[in-house]
C-alpha cells in the first residue's frame, strides 16, 4: 500500500536515484525532478504529498522554488535538503513556512521519517479543506456527505425544487425531512414567498382544521376575529405538512380537495379563495402500505405522491458518518466554547457500530455529549455487558473492518493491505459479520452509477 506521494527534486542523477529508492521502499509513490521548473509543473493545490528540494541548484535553487510553492499554497509541505554552509539559510526557510530541513550527509531514516510525518500533515490538511468545501456546497446539513445515497439526493432535490409539482419526502425520525422541505422551497422560484410548516401530529384534532383552512369572525364560539390559516398564508409559496400521516381522516378528505381545485374555503364561509402554492409533505411510515389498511386515505396519497424523495437512513450510509460527526463535534466544541477532545476508541467504535436509529439528529446530540465530556454514549446494556469473551472479540473483528472499509472509503483491495488478510478470510468475515463494502464506497462525483 503507498504511503504517499511525494516529489522529489535535485540536479544530481546519482543523488535522485539513492534517495527515491529509499523512499520507495519505505513505500512512498516518488517523482523524481531534475529542476525546480519541472517541480512547479507536477504541483498543484491539491497535490496530496510533499515536496523534497535541494538548495543548491542551476537556474531556480530550492530556496526560490519554496517560495513559489509557498506562494501555490501556503500549507505544502516543503522538505530542504542542505550542505552545511546553508544551514542558517534553511532553518530561516523553516521560520518561513518550511516543514523541516536535512543536512547533508543524512541517514536514509531520517528522510523517511521527516517524509511521512509531512505526507501525514498534508493529508489531514487535504481531508480539513475536503471538509470545508462540502459545508460550504451542501446548504443544509441534510445534505452534507459524499456518499452516492446523499449525491443521488442532492442532485434530486436540485431537479425537482423548481419544478413546481408536490413532493412526498419519505424518511426516518431525525434524518432531515424539514431540511429537504426548506431546500425545495429555498432553491425554487418561491424563495420571495413563505414557506409556511405546520406538524400535523403536534395539533389537537379540536384545532389543526382552523389552522389548516382559517376561520371568519364567528365561525365558531370563541372565533371573535377572522384567522387566516396556513393554507391560505402560503399562498404564491410553499406549504410543508410534517408527519401527514398523523392528519385525521376527516381532514383528509379538505386537504385532498384544496390540492385538486387549488382553492380554501375557511370555515364560516363558502367562498374559495383561489390558491397559488406548492405542498410537500412528510411523512416517517410507508402512505402506500398505510393507504392499502385503510390508514390514510388512498387518493390523498396518490395526489401528494406526485414526486417522492427519500431520505437515506444513516446506517445505509456509514462513510458519511465520520464527516457529519466532525462537524457536529466541532459546531458543539464552539459552542461550549472548549476545545474539540481527541477520540478514544470507545467513540470510534460506537461511531462504527451504532446503527443511529435517530439518524442525523442522534449523531448531532451524540456529538454535544462528546464535546461535554460526558463520555458520548450510554452505558452498555446488560446483555452487552455481561457479554462472553468470544462475543466481545466478534463485536471488536466487526468494528475494525467496518472502520477500515470507511478509512479505505469502500476500496477492497486498499482494505485487505491495510489489515494484512487474505482475500478469502475477509470475505469470510464480511459475510460472517453481515458487512457490505458497498455501503463504505464513494463514486467519483460525476461518475453514473447503476
Known sequence: MKAGQVVFVDDEAEIRHANVQSLELAGFEVTALASARAALAAVDRDFPGAVVTDIRMPETDGLALFGQLRELDPDLPVILITGH?????????????????????YPAERLVDSVRRAVEKRRLVIENRRLKAQ????????????????????????????????VLVLGETGSGKEVVAEALHRWSRRRSKPLVALNCGALPESVIES???????????????????????????????????????????????????????????NERRPLDLRVVAAT???????????????????????????????RERRADIPLLFAHFLARAAERFRRDPPPLGDPVRRH???????????????????????????DAPAPAEAQASLPERVERYEAALLREALAAHRGDVRATIEALGLPRKTFYDKLTRHGIDPNDYRVEPIGRKTG
Do not use: C
Open 85 to 105: 554552509g546553508d544551514i542558517a539559510m534553511a532553518v530561516g526557510a523553516m521560520r518561513d513556512g518550511a516543514y523541516d530541513f536535512l543536512a547533508k550527509p
Open 135 to 166: 459545508l460550504e456546497e451542501a446548504d443544509d446539513l441534510a445534505f452534507l456527505g459524499d456518499t452516492p445515497e446523499m449525491e443521488r439526493l442532492r442532485d434530486a432535490v436540485r431537479n425537482v425544487a423548481d419544478a413546481d409539482v408536490d
Open 211 to 269: 389552522e389548516l383552512f382559517g376561520h371568519e369572525a364567528g365561525a365558531f364560539t370563541g372565533a371573535q376575529k377572522r384567522r387566516i390559516g396556513r393554507i391560505e398564508h402560503a399562498d404564491g409559496g410553499t406549504l410543508f405538512l410534517d408527519e401527514v400521516e398523523s392528519m385525521p381522516a376527516a381532514l383528509q378528505v379538505k386537504l385532498l380537495r384544496v390540492l385538486e381545485e387549488r382553492a380554501v374555503a375557511p370555515l364560516g364561509t
Open 284 to 314: 416517517k411510515t410507508d402512505l402506500a402500505a398505510a393507504s392499502q389498511e385503510g390508514k390514510f386515505r388512498a387518493d390523498l396519497y396518490y395526489r401528494l405522491n406526485v414526486v417522492t424523495l427519500r431520505i437515506p437512513p444513516l
Open 351 to 377: 461511531l462504527l457500530d451504532h446503527d443511529w436509529p435517530g439518524n442525523v439528529r442522534e449523531l448531532a446530540h451524540f456529538a454535544d455529549r462528546v464535546a461535554l465530556g460526558l463520555g458520548g454514549f
